[in-house]
């Protein structure tokens, strides 16, 4: 999940701007839950990692043009250590957020194992996105959260900065739902112990509902999260909602006037053919990215990248017609 400090003051402008039509995808787009950034020379997906690959670590992939995605290595040749002593068993790190303040960047990202809650969100910083700049260095910055032993999941960071420049980071993953803390600069670290706020809740035994994202946005706050279940294929049951609220601390209301606390949420996109459960998202700019299964490939997870639009104060996006290019 993925988001940079300038979008709090550029929102506004989304409202009265041309969505680009829907990139065509090529290259390496075997991508599961994309922080997405654009920047002016080129846009950087960073997502979960594969533990065949470069010990787990968060992956990354470039772009110049959005349509054609290179794989250009992983965040670290080896996990930091700590890591296997707070997670024992850990294999390859999640979900990672990228956000930019004040010329660092944070890397926020999730150590777990499946369907379990003995859970991490640590972090790691660097001054550059740029692989060859010399400058270039990911340093491991430690623990955020950790969840064991509660009833959160300390999993699906994402980074958002209220009207005051306060940042804050929602995260969570069934279990009891999607919560919040407060952070505080340069460090990018929690700014206190108070209880995490419960921000979005199904209620239901299986509570699924994960991958927080907030959008300032024209003066409110949007929360988009997935709802359902990922990661089975042709099976997965993902589909991205949003709700919205004045305070980024909730509460968030659909466009229906249903509490988010109390399993609400407008759906955004969803299963449409062989396009199967997206969800994973992150936004830059006007784009939405997301991750989804292709039917057409046996349930393979796809990247996806479509133009976020505005109606009426509640985003919209749409899939292109599935007879048209969109991989």
Known sequence: ?????????????????????????????WVHDPAYVQQDDASYIYSTGNGQIGDGNIQIRRSED?????????????????LEERVPGVDNLWAPELYEHDGTWYLYYAASTFGSNRSVIALATNTTLELEDPDYEWVDRGEVIASEGTDFNAID???????????????????????MVQLEWPSGLRADDEEPLLIADRGLVENAIEAPFILPHDG??????????????????????????????GPYLDADGGELLDDGGTVILTTDGTRIGPGGQSISGDMLAFHYYDGNADGQFTLGLLPLRWHDGWPTAEWPAESDPFK
């Open 1 to 29: 999940m993925t988001a940079v400090a300038a979008i709090l003051f550029a929102a506004t402008a989304l409202a009265g701007c041309s969505p680009a039509v829907a990139p065509e995808l090529s290259g390496d787009i």
């Open 66 to 82: 959005d349509e054609i995605w290179e794989y250009v290595g992983e965040v670290w040749s080896e996990k930091p250590a700590w």
């Open 157 to 179: 960071a994402g980074i958002v900065e209220d009207a005051d420049g306060t940042p804050w980071m929602s995260f969570g993953s069934f279990s009891s739902g999607l919560h």
């Open 220 to 249: 409110q706050f949007y929360l988009f999260a997935s709802r359902g279940f990922c990661c089975r294929g042709v099976d997965s049951t993902y589909e991205i909602i949003v709700g919205r609220s004045d305070a980024v601390t």
